[in-house]
């Protein structure tokens, strides 16, 4: 095929050839193609010309969600073929992006453990579950557990949410069983392994 002619469209370079087919390109794909209007250029080359375009619009998909927050790598695998990219190129493109340590799951889980369990006053459980769902290897989620499970924060949540809803079912209920069976799954509910639970009701003395 015969490159017939080039035009801007926008950001983007329209290719047609003299088969009245076209194609339209990155700026910096065509560019790195290096077309000229009169190329003969075969199918194999279009081809490789359209995956590399898919390439940098995955990739630049990726670096405005990354723009946003950080993103465990399966979260943004997810989020970008929901947007109906090859699903074979968005792992290529993960990959990369992980090699530049723009994706790193390990400092994704860490941050993450800290801001929910500060801020979201939660448990380790509640913690590993929803990382669990982010694709968080086990190691890693040993090792959050290890440093996280008794910090002084967790032991702070659990005081504080059990003593709020304590409060709150003394004015609704008088049997003590009722009273220690609902702040049970309430802590339950919020994370918090059973030994924990166990241990502030004990302190509680219900």
Do not use: P
Request: proline fraction near 0%; glycine fraction near 4%; aromatic fraction near 8%.
């Amino acid at each position: 095929m015969i490159v017939q002619n080039i035009s801007k469209k926008g950001n983007n370079i329209l290719v047609v050839f003299d088969d009245n087919s076209s194609i339209l390109l990155n700026y910096n794909v065509f560019i790195d193609s290096m077309l000229r209007r009169n190329d003969d250029v075969d199918q194999k080359f279009i081809d490789e010309l359209k995956r590399k375009n898919e390439l940098h619009k995955i990739k630049y998909s990726a670096l405005n969600l990354l723009g946003r927050r950080a993103h465990s790598k399966r979260e943004l695998f997810q989020k970008l073929s929901k947007k109906k990219f090859d699903k074979d190129l968005c792992s290529y493109v993960l990959e990369e992006l992980s090699n530049l340590n723009l994706i790193n799951d390990f400092d994704f889980a860490l941050k993450y453990a800290e801001e929910k369990i500060k801020r979201g006053k939660c448990g380790i459980n509640k913690v590993k579950s929803e990382l669990i769902r982010k694709g968080i290897d086990k190691n890693t989620l040993q090792f959050i557990e290890q440093n996280y499970s008794e910090s002084d924060d967790v032991v702070d949540n659990i005081k504080s949410l059990a003593l709020k809803k304590l409060e709150y079912l003394n004015k609704k209920e008088t049997e003590k069983r009722k009273i220690k069976g609902k702040l049970y799954s309430f802590l339950q509910s919020k994370g918090f392994t059973s030994e924990q639970i166990v241990d502030v009701l004990n302190k509680l003395d219900i």
